[in-house]
């Protein structure tokens, strides 16, 4: 267990607002939902490695005519949305898992802040899950942070490493991330980039299918 899951289970009432001043000195999850205004209105989506349920909460609250499923591999999926539970599932569970139940597919299908906690030899993995379950004319956002060589681009690593305790966590650089995408999803073409505030080093990537012109 991390420090920081350590601390946060000994906090009671103020887990959640801690946890939320934590996430925003590395991202402002608002910012992320509003930059994702090009992908339109979805009908249904798929946050893969949701974990408590922050990032769901602002998709519910944007896409007020979506349905969302977070799913991932944690029990604790979810434990801390605050949102819609009539438009909003949490499962406990892989994105290989979800494919073999061949669900109807999702329109928008989200992974933040997931790729560098997945040893790299199962990005491909969960990368294919996403494609299969992104229905024509759906998009795939990927968000990670960027292994750079400044402080800012090790951040994300002491932070992951030394506070949430994932002593095997892995970031990219951006070629890496560009080259992981390209291998992983061939039918797919990346068609929108840009960071999130406050770190250029958070890296927003929305891809569709290339033959979704
Ligand atoms: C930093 S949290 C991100 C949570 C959420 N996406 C957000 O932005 O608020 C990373 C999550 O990835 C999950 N995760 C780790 N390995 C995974 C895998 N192979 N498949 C799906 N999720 C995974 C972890 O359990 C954790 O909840």
Redesign the pocket.
């Known amino acids: 267990m991390g420090i920081g899951t350590a601390i946060r289970h000994r906090m009671g009432r103020f887990e959640e607002p801690a946890a939320e001043l934590y996430?925003s000195f590395f991202i402002d999850?608002e910012a992320l939902v509003k930059q994702l205004s090009h992908v339109g209105e979805p009908k249904r989506i798929l946050?893969?490695?949701?974990?408590?349920g922050?990032?769901g909460q602002r998709l519910t609250q944007t896409f007020k005519q979506a349905d969302y499923l977070g799913?991932?591999?944690?029990e604790t999926a979810g434990r801390g949305f605050r949102g819609d539970t009539a438009r909003a599932e949490f499962r406990s569970m892989?994105?290989s898992d979800l494919r073999a139940e061949a669900p109807d597919a999702f329109d928008l299908v989200v992974i933040?802040?997931?790729l560098h906690?997945?040893p790299a030899h199962?990005r491909r993995d969960?990368l294919n899950d996403a494609a299969t379950l992104t229905a024509p004319g759906g998009r795939i956002v990927v968000k990670e942070w960027l292994w750079g060589r400044l402080i800012a681009g090790r951040l994300g690593y002491w932070a992951d490493r030394y506070i949430?305790g994932d002593k095997d966590v892995d970031f990219m650089t951006e070629p890496q991330l560009q080259k992981t995408l390209a291998d992983s999803l061939p039918e797919f073409t990346v068609c929108e980039t840009s960071s999130v505030r406050p770190w250029r080093e958070n890296i927003l990537l929305t891809l569709r299918r290339k033959t979704d012109d």
């Open positions: 996430r999850l946050e893969i490695g949701c974990g408590d922050a990032l799913i991932d591999p944690a892989t994105s933040v802040d997931v906690h997945v199962m969960l949430t």
